[in-house]
């Protein structure tokens, strides 16, 4: 607001409008402490209404409701007749993010329209020469292939506490933040890149059936919704960190997975076994410090 005219304004429209300034950073500040607690222990901060079936209590009972499979966070079952029973009552099912979980994360962004900074790891994997591949082959034949190099990878992301953010193309990318994939998310992202390079054959002697290079980086990122007030389209992850493991896995070869030196620190892992890289990534002034691992490197 312009100074001068705020000077000139009447004192009371001066409270009222600084008041205003003051509640709107308050309620952004409050949301962005939501996302941080929700992310970090998957539960939202003490005092914030939750949806009243997620109270601790509920939860534990929950656990007696048949059957497995049920959400790895609040215990809600996804099948049988507890299943049906949870999603006609409280419309609970299958999150699209990692269907180990439920749609409460889901339902928390739509609420709290935010999002917040947050150390965390990001996995992007690659189809090597998808280009050529789809030159040589009919439409509907490149579809299936590339459809199964989803459905291989995101089955091994989820087994691994992973939120997938998007599937387009010949790319899969995926984040880990602590209240799903653990304390040291950094391990659990490696894993599951190696995970992944395994799942596509790289370890077998005929070769793989799609070839994979992956890119693991750690970093802190800015995490949350996109799309307009009160209709959220997504859960977006966005900053400079994310275009380093994109980087990354652009420059990793088929059967490759590089993970930078902060992936490498925050994961706990000894680099005997890995080769180092000095990168040059698009973009960047400064080259990076990488590690390159195949699947059957031991770490």
């Keep these: ?46 005092g914030m209404n939750m949806v009243w079936f ?7 009972m929950a656990r007696l409701l048949p059957r497995d499979p049920r959400c790895r966070i609040c215990s809600y079952p996804f099948e049988g007749i507890g299943g049906r029973m949870v999603k006609l009552l409280l419309g609970l099912e299958r999150s699209r993010l990692n269907p180990q979980m439920c749609n409460v994360c889901e339902r928390f962004a739509r609420k709290l329209p935010g999002g917040t900074e947050l150390d965390t790891s990001l996995l992007f994997a690659d189809v090597r020469g998808s280009t050529g591949m789809a030159e040589g082959m009919m439409p509907r034949e490149f579809s299936r292939l590339i459809d199964r190099f989803y459905r291989a990878s995101i089955r091994v992301l989820f087994q691994h506490g992973a939120l997938v953010e998007k599937m387009i193309g010949d ?24 995970g992944i390079l395994r799942a596509t054959g790289h370890h077998e002697k005929g070769g793989p059936w799609i070839p994979v290079g992956i890119g693991v980086h750690t970093g802190t990122a800015y995490i949350g919704t996109v799309g307009e007030h009160g209709e959220v389209e997504d859960i977006a992850v966005l900053g400079d960190n994310v275009n380093i493991a994109s980087r990354l ?10 993970i930078s030196e902060e992936t490498r620190l925050a994961a706990e892992l000894d680099s005997s076994n890995m080769e180092p890289r000095r990168l040059k990534l698009k973009g960047k ?9 195949t699947p059957l490197s031991k770490l």
């Design 54 to 60: 997620e109270a601790p209590f509920l939860r534990r």
């Design 285 to 293: 002034e400064q080259p990076i410090d990488a590690w390159a691992i």
């Design 1 to 46: 607001m312009n100074v001068f005219y705020q000077a000139k304004m009447p004192v009371g429209k001066r409270r009222f409008r600084m008041d205003l300034i003051k509640s709107e950073h308050d309620q952004e500040a409050e949301i962005t402490h939501a996302w941080r607690t929700y992310l970090t222990t998957g539960r939202l901060p003490k």
């Design 171 to 194: 790319e899969v990318t995926a984040f880990f933040v602590p209240a799903f994939a653990g304390k040291i998310h950094a391990r659990a992202a490696v894993a599951a890149a190696r």
């Design 249 to 258: 896995a652009g420059l990793a070869g088929a059967g490759e997975l590089l």
